[in-house]
């Protein structure tokens, strides 16, 4: 049975759109009927998804954005009130991960890049949503943390750091305007089948199934069905939830 999620006409900013869970959740999200605002570094992408969607009959605007400069962040949400008039809702999608190494050994520009664009880029990201929101009423918002806003592993002491900041920035939030009619959540995706995957694995989408329960990794469409209901009114008695979209990996 195909849900309704009841986006239809809904203004949705998506950042890191142009890859991976955001664009999947872009393009889902443009056939819910929502009007899909995109945020990614690369204009071309950028570019080329919004064509996609308007092919396919969806509505998008986009614009090139680096979450780790607030001016853009602001611009971000600007171009959504420009074009529709409001905000509703935003997945805060944008993340990086660098080399895996012991804490000792990781360059210095590894913390700033993860931390600038994982954590400080979402902060920023959800202070302009939120001021937006809340001219208008309320919406929602979903952040994209990570199983390791939850769990730790070897060589990425500063990944974690950020992923479980997200996380923890999520539940205040939620704590902050729980009474102002704007929900904030989390997906937390475990290993899921996208570009910056392939590089880690060289392609190989076995290289993790021991260590999933399900003996599989996840798929981009899977992220973006958590991420819909998030934003919907049918998870409207949720709020700062961490929702593991990850094989049964956090159960463990």
């Known amino acids: 049975m195909h849900l309704n999620y009841q986006l239809q006409d809904k203004v949705i900013i998506v950042t890191g759109g142009g890859s991976g869970m955001g664009r999947d959740a872009s393009l889902a999200l443009a056939r819910a009927g929502a009007r899909v605002v995109i945020g990614n570094r690369s204009a071309r992408v950028g570019a080329d998804l919004v064509e996609e969607i308007v092919a396919a009959g969806g509505q998008a605007q986009f614009r090139v954005t680096d979450v780790t400069r607030p001016a853009d962040c602001e611009a971000l949400v600007a171009l959504a009130i420009e074009k529709y008039g409001r905000l509703d809702a935003a997945f805060n999608n944008a993340g990086l991960q ?49 199983i390791f806003g939850l769990k730790a592993m070897p060589k990425t002491a500063y990944y974690i750091a950020a992923k479980h900041g997200i996380v923890g920035a999520t539940r205040a939030a939620a704590l902050d305007y729980a009474t102002r009619n704007i929900r904030v959540n989390a997906i937390c995706p475990g290993p899921i089948k996208t570009p910056s995957f392939d590089r880690v694995t060289g392609g190989d989408d076995h290289m993790y199934d021991d260590g999933v329960p399900m003996h599989r990794i996840g798929q981009t469409r899977e992220i973006s069905a958590a991420v819909l209901w998030l934003l919907s009114e049918h998870s409207s008695y949720v709020t700062g939830a961490t929702l593991s979209v990850d094989g049964g990996m956090s159960a463990e």
Request: glycine share 8%; no cysteine; net charge negative.
């Open 98 to 146: 660098r080399e895996f190494n012991d804490l000792h050994e990781t360059p210095l520009e590894d913390f700033s890049d993860v931390i600038d664009i994982n954590l400080k880029g979402m902060l920023y990201m959800m202070k302009y949503e939120i001021a937006a929101m809340l001219k208008t009423g309320g919406g929602a918002i979903v952040n994209n943390a990570s």
